[in-house]
């Protein structure tokens, strides 16, 4: 019996897994991650006294690792950084290229959208508390490279880069996890799976 006429396991799916799978499938999804994180950076807020802005790009980030699973989310955030690296206006606020004192989150993102899609492809997305939990530490692996950076950019020290690239965020960012907990089981729950 071919491994092809087996379904796989349950929590060995990601959400792309539902789709046929094909190459063509694979490119297109990494595309479109790459590009529905560049157009949810652009509902950018300022924050007054930090260079980092609010935006849709970290709930964006997190749903495509998960949705996508660990590989075509690392490819998706790669995608998306090197692009803009390279001058697409995709960033925050219509932003590009590494200079930038947030780019370090930009890096963290890639890290976390891999992460998130190895838990989610253990079942992670699968209930909301533990959505709760792999969107939690996908955040946290963002800050874990993106606030280290910004001080390094910036000259600040610790304690200033952490008042102005991570304290103004939590609140926010323990929304973008709430959203995602009732996204993504709910997600599950409607195709049965």
């Known amino acids: 019996m071919s491994t092809a006429a087996v379904p796989a396991a349950r929590t060995g799916q990601v959400l792309a897994d539902l789709l046929p799978a094909s190459r063509v499938r694979d490119v ?13 950076a652009q509902l950018s807020v300022p924050v007054p006294g930090s260079p980092v802005p609010v935006t849709g790009q970290t709930l964006a980030v997190l749903l495509v690792g998960t949705a996508l699973g660990a590989g075509r989310g690392f490819l998706s ?9 390279a001058g697409v206006p995709w960033f925050a606020g219509g932003s590009s290229g590494a200079a930038a004192p947030s780019f370090g989150y ?12 190895a838990l989610a492809r253990r079942g992670a997305d699968r209930s909301m ?5 792999a969107m939690l530490l996908g955040e946290a692996i963002i ?17 200033a880069a952490i008042a102005a690239g991570l304290t103004p965020f939590l609140i926010g960012d323990a929304v973008k996890a709430a959203l995602a907990m009732g996204v993504l089981p709910t997600t599950w729950k409607l195709l049965k799976r």
Do not use: K
């Open 28 to 40: 297109a999804l990494v595309l479109g991650g790459a590009a529905f994180t560049g157009l949810a």
């Open 77 to 85: 955030l790669a995608l998306y950084a090197l692009a803009g690296i």
């Open 106 to 117: 930009i890096l963290g993102m890639i890290l976390a959208a891999t992460v998130v899609g």
């Open 129 to 133: 508390l533990r959505t709760a939990g």
């Open 143 to 159: 800050y874990a490279v993106g606030v280290p950076y910004l001080a390094f950019a910036t000259g600040m020290s610790a304690s």
